[in-house]
Nanobody
Framework: VQLVESGGGLVQPGGSLRLSCAAS????????MNWYRQAPGKERELVAA????????NYPDSVKGRFTISRDNAKNTVYLQMNSLKPEDTAVYYC?????????WGQGTQVTVSS
């Protein structure tokens, strides 16, 4: 099983980034996919979730209206479009796959929002 994130980097406040997570080794279309983030000294927090078929999404208030999660089950890939980025969005972003008793994590990608 592999989840490989990409697309992180340094961006100025107000800018945008698109993260991707390529999955392999499991039946991607059967799993809820999530994006989490963890800033230094803070707990890991959920920032976006999408149902297995992609019809339902969920966001915390801190990113609602700025972040959009999507998935392409034909490509086994989940995306996180991040707009209007703020310095407080700086964190390592992790891709997560969840289904019942099964859960997988990617290695994370750093997002830094700074001028």
């Amino acid at each position: 099983v592999q989840l490989v994130e990409s697309g992180g980097g340094l961006v100025q406040p107000g800018g945008s980034l698109r993260l991707s997570c390529a999955a392999s080794g499991f039946t991607f279309s059967r799993y809820v996919m999530n994006w989490y983030r963890q800033a230094p000294g803070k707990e890991r927090e959920l920032v976006a979730a999408i149902s297995s078929a992609g019809y339902s999404t969920n966001y915390p208030d801190s990113v609602k209206g700025r972040f959009t999660i999507s998935r392409d089950n034909a490509k086994n890939t989940v995306y996180l479009q991040m707009n209007s980025l703020k310095p407080e969005d700086t964190a390592v972003y992790y891709c997560n796959a969840y289904r019942s008793l099964y859960e997988y994590w990617g290695q994370g990608t750093q997002v830094t929002v700074s001028s």
